[in-house]
């Protein structure tokens, strides 16, 4: 094969990511005492992320091929490989899964004492989940992990969750498992199509006719649009970020997110490029209502949780319009803005819950004038208002201003159109910041108050550091992970604009075509 | 056609899994006289199906020699196949009755010698390669299983289970028996190849008539494996046998029927595939929809699992509506993996049950998890896996059976089967959401015993594993089915 680079170290670094969470998942079921469940659980993610550094250190960034590439025999009767890999496209996620899970372990340190066990299993099990997610380069394999991660996901909202936790945790299970079955039907209409194989660098190689792709296009759209989520398919989203434990939270929308995403870069794109084309307007419109109703939902909002997880729906709607835009600086915005979301999201999921120890309340009002009671809070707190709203500095800004430079080349009006939301997003953040921190402070919080509030301890600031530290780093800096993606997204795009009907037709006249 | 002498003496070596097993119920049928306990019939029991299975594979191999008594019963890898199932059917329920029949005080020793019989009859079922000893076979699975299930003859619900199940049954064979005679009249014959021989030399696969005996056989094949319109009888039945006989009832009798309706329709009716699609596409839609549908309303587990039984004979009937055959090894693979899930999942509702204590009820699942988490993780992945989520079996049969519709250009059929699991996903998640996500009403105290542990071991182990490396099962089937 050509585009693919065996495994360029000794040893199989991937399955090694990937398992290593599992492996630890294992020995969590001989264990009876809480504290040593902690303490391996985050031993556990602590070494997946430390032994899944070489993937950027020893990442190759001058070519798109996929490298670290391990393939052996699996499924033979159905021509299944255990074929696994990564790209300039994955490695940051793999990077963004292992650190996130780290920190998730951190952050429940106090808050699950129920079922502790379960917990941690469920965590870890979601982790290589996720990571198999990410490297899987058979259609089979990927389908697997896919699934697989609900599982997790679905007694993490349903068992240690909020009040409206149950019904969150079904809706969250059975708005994605429609998405998925009808991929699973493309998958093996795919599977036949190309002869017997689920090899998804070949299938992408393939040039299929365009009603076959039209159908794919929107079967696959079907499972990624649910778990990007793109508007109208978002309403499983308030409820499952809003109930779920922290954690769980933080994990939703650093990584689960950004599967879809993920799933129209890696195989929409590439697998059906004259339907993508074709679907470039219906998804930016789509994107456009995402942002701009996401956010003035946001405005309306009472709960922090629920404020911020309609802003992911008005963040998502940014990266599906940057990866729609179909140029370089669209996608890369894309991706790296998927990066920036996951860190923050991920850090005021985790503010929020540590806040919410405290308090037990969720609702803006209650709070008033944190600023006085919880100085070092608040303070961290803005760091990540003005990242969520994209200010110069901060890595949100270049994430934002890629997007927008891209969908500006692509469609003018688009672009402007999604430039309001990012108004709308200082808007509702600076108000929520103004709602919490500095108005008026109940005494009943005050360190002589009823229910003193305490400041951020330091197990909670080094949840954090390692996030607010990406923010600038990526705000002043980049190309750090820029460079990581450019031959990638070089090589998805000439697939995407050389394909067999680029620029031959109209629109109608492939319309036409397929009906 | 190696045999030559009619009466067939030399055939006798053929049968030998069916006569070992038969004679071992008989043995079992004296030994009661002697023996006070139950865990020696069961154990006799137990060792002779495994020597019937060492027959089958270390006599025959996987495929099988052929044919035997005027090619009335044949012996191949379908057969063998099947025989596994039937196997792998009557030592898991024997495991898990054990106690759950001293708790129900209905700890006869007929009990293993009915199931013995019961399962030579699916064994005939799956060699039958004439109409007659088809019926043969079917009639003593069917006779034993009607005993089984009224089996608790003080409780009132297994007498009306027992009494419906006889009824129904009877007026499907009376059905069967209708189209074995049109297809006798018309063909002249009752062997299933000299069947497809003369539909093609009479030229007569388009004659309604014959028709008509094909949608008997179907109908009466229907009620076996729960097919809807024909499934009445099933959540009654299964709600009111003994749970461990429920098991029994949703693998065996099930997959006998799926074996001979195989067998039927390709090797009989191979020439008729349209005309049979004709009336198992609308069967299986309707069959997904009702069973998923209707399993949603229900709060008693075992009616639940009545309505899921019938919603994966939906699935199963994917395979052999491809007809090709890859489509029926997907099908025999189903349910060689649903037999391990489904059992295991109905040895966790006996478990629940103790003296005083149904445990039927969804209600009763209410926060299992916190007093018995590991029969709670049992439970969550044989729910996940009859939801058909990877990495568990079922995702494994239910991935076979999709792709095989696929394949055959069935691809709605395909779409609509999916939704229906999307449907059914809901009410499986609903245990798992009252074990976890609830708290527990009272104390729940768990009926243990060795052997019942070991059941649970057994499938669960087997869901994982198949889940995992489906080689291990594809291989196998793939070889005793050549497709």
Redesign the interface.
């Known amino acids: 094969m050509e585009n693919i680079i065996l495994n360029q170290l000794s040893y199989p670094i991937l399955t090694y990511t990937v398992f290593l969470p599992v492996a630890g998942a294992l020995l969590l079921l001989f264990m009876r005492n809480a504290g040593l469940i902690r303490v391996t659980t985050l031993l556990t993610t602590v070494a997946t992320f430390v032994i899944s550094l070489p993937l950027l250190t020893n990442f190759d960034k001058t070519t798109y091929k996929m490298q670290f590439v391990e393939r052996h025999e ?5 021509g299944i490989n255990y074929f696994i890999g990564i790209d300039g496209i994955s490695v940051l996620f793999i990077f963004l899964t292992t650190m996130l899970s780290v920190l998730s372990v951190l952050v429940s340190w106090k808050a699950i004492e129920n ?1 502790a ?2 917990f941690h299993t469920a965590v870890l099990a979601l982790e290589a989940g996720m990571l198999g997610v990410f490297v899987a380069l058979d259609f089979f394999l990927f ?2 992990f896919w ?2 991660m ?2 997790p996901m ?2 993490l909202i ?2 240690w969750g909020g009040p409206q ?2 019904y969150a ?2 809706k969250f ?2 708005y994605t ?2 998405g998925s ?2 991929m ?2 493309g998958i ?2 795919l ?2 199509t190309a002869g017997g194989t689920l090899d998804i660098l070949t299938l992408s190689s393939l040039q299929y006719p365009l009603q076959l792709q039209f159908w794919l296009f929107l079967a696959f759209f079907a499972a990624f649009a649910v778990k990007v989520p793109m508007f109208p398919f978002h309403t499983w989203l308030p409820d499952a970020h809003t109930e779920a434990p922290t954690a769980g939270s933080v994990i939703l929308a650093g990584v689960l997110l950004k599967m879809g995403a993920y799933g129209f870069l890696r195989f929409s794109m590439p697998m059906f490029p004259d339907a993508t084309r074709m679907f470039v307007k219906p998804i930016f419109i789509l994107s456009v209502i995402g942002i701009i109703y996401g956010a003035l939902v946001c405005l309306a909002q009472k709960d922090l949780k629920r404020l911020i997880a309609y802003s992911s729906v008005s963040h998502m709607g940014f990266v599906t319009l940057g990866i729609f835009a179909l140029n370089a600086q669209g996608v890369e915005g894309g991706i790296l803005q998927m990066v920036n979301h996951g860190i923050v999201t991920g850090a005021l999921f985790l503010m929020i819950g540590m806040i919410y120890e405290r308090t037990h309340t969720r609702v803006i009002a209650d709070y008033g004038g944190f600023a006085t009671v919880v100085p070092w809070y608040a303070g961290l707190f803005i760091i990540l208002t003005f990242a969520s709203i994209g200010l110069p500095g901060t890595n949100g800004f270049i994430g934002e201003f890629l997007i927008l430079f891209g969908a500006f080349k692509a469609q003018k009006l688009y672009g402007v159109l999604a430039a309001t939301g990012v108004i709308l997003g200082a808007g509702y953040m600076l108000w929520l910041y103004q709602k919490v921190f500095w108005q008026t402070p109940d005494p009943d919080y005050g360190p002589s108050g009823r229910h003193p509030v305490r400041d951020l301890d330091l197990r909670e600031v080094v949840t954090l550091a390692p996030l607010i530290i990406l923010i600038f780093w990526i705000g002043f800096y980049p190309n750090v992970l820029l460079s990581y993606m450019h031959a990638s997204v070089e090589h998805l795009l000439q697939d995407v604009n050389m394909s067999a009907y680029a620029g031959k037709e109209t629109l109608i006249a492939q319309l036409k075509e397929i009906f | 056609m190696e045999t030559t002498d009619l009466v067939g003496l030399s055939g006798l070596r053929l049968i030998i899994p069916e006569l070992t097993v038969i004679c071992i119920a008989l043995i079992l049928l004296l030994l009661e006289l002697i023996v006070k306990k139950k865990e020696v019939m069961a154990a006799v029991g137990i060792a002779g199906t495994l020597v019937a299975l060492y027959g089958t594979f270390k006599l025959f191999g996987i495929n099988g020699p052929g044919q035997a008594f005027a090619n009335m019963f044949v012996l191949d890898g379908y057969a063998n196949f099947f025989k596994l199932i039937f196997y792998v059917n009557v030592i898991l329920t024997m495991c898990i009755s054990l106690k759950y029949m001293a708790v129900e005080k209905a700890s006869y020793g007929e009990y293993y010698a009915l199931l013995l019989f019961s399962t030579s009859g699916m064994m005939i079922m799956a060699s039958a390669a004439d109409l007659i000893v088809l019926y043969l076979g079917l009639e003593l699975m069917a006779l034993s299983t009607y005993i089984l299930a009224g089996l608790m003859r003080k409780q009132l619900r297994s007498n009306e289970a027992a009494l419906k199940y006889f009824f129904l049954g009877a007026f499907s064979s009376a059905f069967l028996l209708y189209g074995i005679s049109l297809t006798y009249g018309l063909t002249g014959t009752t062997n299933l190849k000299e069947i497809a021989a003369s539909l093609q030399a009479l030229n007569i696969a388009d004659s309604p008539i014959v028709f008509l005996g094909l949608i008997f056989l179907i109908v009466s094949f229907g009620f076996k494996i729960a097919l809807v319109p024909f499934h009445m009888w099933a959540p009654d039945v299964y709600e009111g046998a003994p749970t461990s006989i429920t098991a029994f009832m949703s693998v065996g009798p099930k997959a006998a029927g799926f074996a001979v309706l195989g067998r039927v329709l390709f090797e009989a009716f191979g020439s008729m595939h349209v005309q049979w699609n004709a009336v198992l596409i609308p069967l299986a839609v309707i069959t997904m929809a009702a069973g998923s549908v209707i399993a949603l309303a229900q709060s008693n587990i075992k009616r639940m699992l009545a309505y899921s039984s019938i919603a994966h004979a939906g699935y199963m009937l994917l395979g052999i509506i491809a007809g090709t055959p890859g489509g029926l090894t997907s099908t025999v693979n189903y349910l060689m993996i649903y037999t391990f899930m489904n059992i295991g999942a109905f040895a966790v509702i006996i478990m629940l049950r103790r003296e005083g204590f149904q445990g039927e009820s969804i209600d009763d699942y209410m926060g299992l998890a916190k007093g018995h988490p590991l029969a709670a993780a049992l439970m969550l992945i044989f729910m996940f896996s009859l939801t058909g989520i990877p990495p568990t079996a079922g995702f494994i049969g239910k991935f076979y059976v999709f792709m095989e519709a696929i394949n055959s250009g069935h691809t709605n059929l395909a779409i609509i089967a999916v939704i229906f699991s999307v449907i059914s996903a809901f009410f499986y998640l609903r245990i798992v959401m009252y074990m976890y996500m609830k708290d527990p009403k009272e104390d729940v105290v768990l009926t243990t015993s060795y052997s019942m542990n070991f059941a649970l071991a057994i499938t669960a182990v087997m869901v994982l594993v198949i889940g995992v490396f489906p080689s291990l099962l594809l291989d196998l089937v793939r070889v005793s089915i050549p497709g």
């Open positions: 699996w499924i033979p009767s159905w079922k066990k379960e389908y697997i699934e697989a609900l599982i679905f007694l349903g068992v936790r149950v945790a079904i299970f059975l498992l429609v079955v009808l699973l039907v093996v209409v599977y036949f």
